[in-house]
Nanobody, 116 residues
């Protein structure tokens, strides 16, 4: 099994920046991609960004492309989401996700609030 723990959430003003971090542990060799999803109360959990194990394959949701950047540090077992030019509609709980050859894993989530 894979365990994920997010950090870095908080409150930020529109146009500002925030960096989310996620540390992963456990059956790391089973992971082939890591990424982020987000969820607003009462709505489904939506895809935000994804990065492959070697970092070469990266994809973003249309709504965040050009503003958010995903990266990973395999030596430190970390994946990051740099959020720039944030908007009120980016407000959500952000979840780290690991796609594995077994059962996919999720973190507990971290709240991001964009408000003036």
């Amino acid at each position: 099994q894979v365990q994920l723990v997010e950090s870095g959430g908080g409150s930020v003003q529109p146009g500002g920046s925030l960096r989310l971090s996620c540390v992963f542990s456990g059956s790391i060799s089973t992971i082939y991609s890591l990424g982020w999803h987000r969820q607003v109360p009462g709505k489904q959990r939506d895809f935000v960004a994804r990065i492959s194990t070697n970092g070469r394959d990266i994809s973003y949701a249309t709504s965040v492309k050009g503003r958010f950047t995903i990266s990973r540090d395999n030596a430190e077992n970390m994946v990051y989401l740099q959020m720039d030019s944030v908007r009120p509609e980016d407000t959500a709980v952000y979840y780290c996700k690991a796609w594995t050859i077994g059962r996919d894993a999720w973190g507990q989530g971290t709240q991001v609030t964009v408000s003036s």
